[in-house]
């Protein structure tokens, strides 16, 4: 059944609203704390862009767009580019550093012309796209408007092509104790195209790549290990074949739409349920991947007064800390980020998010709503039948287990949930 509001009452309090209100925050707060306050007399000797790239004046978007081959990507970056900078956004796209070193002269035998040669070619990988999307970001930092970094693949997606004993040494190796920095700690958010090979298979070719040589057995393989590489990101939107190409097309615009805070078709994202007790671990599937996190998310200020979009009906906005956890239950890192949400006389729903580090984390968190709650939650992330679901076990303020589905909701999709069997709805 689907599953009631939260009773996230407030207490009554005459408490103004400060600094720390969700209108001021993505202006002020990001500006002065990203890296640390900007003394007068150092930012008096840098240039405009060099104080832009240290404190940006606008917010920056990272999206990955990843999955299987041919599964769209390619189409998806030459559609969202035109469309986000007719919107006033800077664009940038990062190319896929493995496809440079294959079209600048590397062949694939490399990677087995060595003992431990992946290894050392997927590391190499990780240096140029960490490289390459930090410079793009510097870029558009120091533009000090609006932008987007759109990613051909993202730092998890090496870990769909090495064997999982490789993969932790070269985690071992770069010093990365938890890949939530690889993960939501350092992308807005990650677009899986499923590759054309599953539901669309008339339409799979590699005629557009040639870097790429799969069958569509490995093609479909490859997309399910890709997919199960970024389980655990908050915001991993899954496009499948169930739609025409055109359609799936147009599902990823209003996405990214949605996430950037532009007005979009897209009216719902999940679906809730209400289960009756937090699921059993063991009882899920061998096959199944999932990743256990706390959540802890902080309520700031309203502004309700004097809103400066006439077409702003209320706007608030809240923190949150997500922390990892191993299967043995210990911590293993933690990632921040800020939302902003803005609810239109129209009915819509905008949101914006950023990631923030745990500096600005702690500095919020002590300037908090103190009227509201802190709310406290285990979440269980999973996929299954190529849906992407979520678990949200809430421990404060109320003992309740929902269930979050997503869901397609363009207009005529009329999707329904393939529920798993494992959970007790």
């Not at 405009?48 to 990272?62: C, M, Q, R, W």
């Not at 693949?153 to 071992?172: F, H, I, P, T, V």
């Amino acid at each position: 059944m689907s599953a009631p509001p939260l009773p996230y009452d407030r207490k009554p309090s005459n408490t103004t609203p400060s600094a720390f209100s969700a209108r001021n925050l993505s202006q002020t707060r990001l500006r002065s704390n990203s890296h640390g306050p900007l003394a007068q007399d150092i930012s008096a000797e840098l240039t405009e862009a060099e104080v832009n790239s240290i404190a940006p004046p606008a917010p920056i978007y990272k999206i990955v767009l990843t999955g299987g081959p041919c599964g769209g990507k390619t189409t998806s970056m030459a559609r969202l580019s035109p469309y986000l900078r007719e919107r006033g956004f800077e664009v940038i796209t990062c190319p896929e550093a493995f496809s440079l070193l294959v079209n600048n002269g590397m062949a694939f035998d490399y990677l087995s012309a060595v003992k431990g040669m992946d290894i050392v070619v997927q590391d190499t990988v990780m240096d140029m796209q960490i490289g390459m999307e930090d410079g793009f970001e510097r870029v558009l930092r120091a533009r000090g408007k609006p932008a987007v970094l759109l990613c051909d693949r993202g730092l998890m997606d090496g870990s769909a092509y090495m064997k999982e004993e490789d993969w932790n040494k070269l985690m071992q190796k770069r010093e990365i104790g938890c890949v939530s920095e690889l993960r939501e700690g350092r992308y807005n958010a990650v677009f899986h195209l499923v590759t054309a090979a599953e539901g669309a298979e008339e339409y799979y070719t590699l005629e557009n790549n040639a870097v790429r040589t799969e069958s569509p057995e490995l093609a479909r393989s490859l997309d399910s290990m890709t997919l199960n590489a970024w389980v655990g990101h908050p915001s991993l939107k899954i496009f499948d074949n169930s739609t025409d190409f055109e359609t799936k097309m147009q599902r990823v615009v209003e996405e990214t739409a949605r996430l950037v805070g532009l007005p979009t078709h897209l009216q719902k994202v999940t679906t809730k349920f209400l289960l009756k007790k937090e699921p059993d671990l063991s009882s899920f599937p061998k096959e199944v991947a999932y990743q256990i996190f706390e959540v802890e998310k902080v309520y700031l200020y309203e502004e309700n007064e004097d809103v400066s979009q006439e077409n702003v009906l209320k706007e608030y906005s809240f923190i949150r800390k997500r922390t990892s956890l191993r299967k043995s239950g210990k911590e293993s890192g933690s990632v921040y980020g800020w939302t902003s949400v803005q609810k239109m006389k129209d009915g819509q729903r905008i949101e914006k998010k950023r990631i923030i580090t745990k500096r600005e984390y702690l500095s919020l968190f002590n300037n908090r709503d103190k009227t509201r709650h802190i709310v406290r939650q285990k979440r269980i992330s999973f996929l299954w039948n190529i849906q992407s679901f979520n678990v949200h076990v809430f421990k404060e303020p109320s003992d309740v287990c929902i269930l979050h589905a997503q869901v397609r909701s363009s207009p005529g999709s009329g999707d329904t949930v393939d529920m798993p069997s494992f959970l007790d709805v």
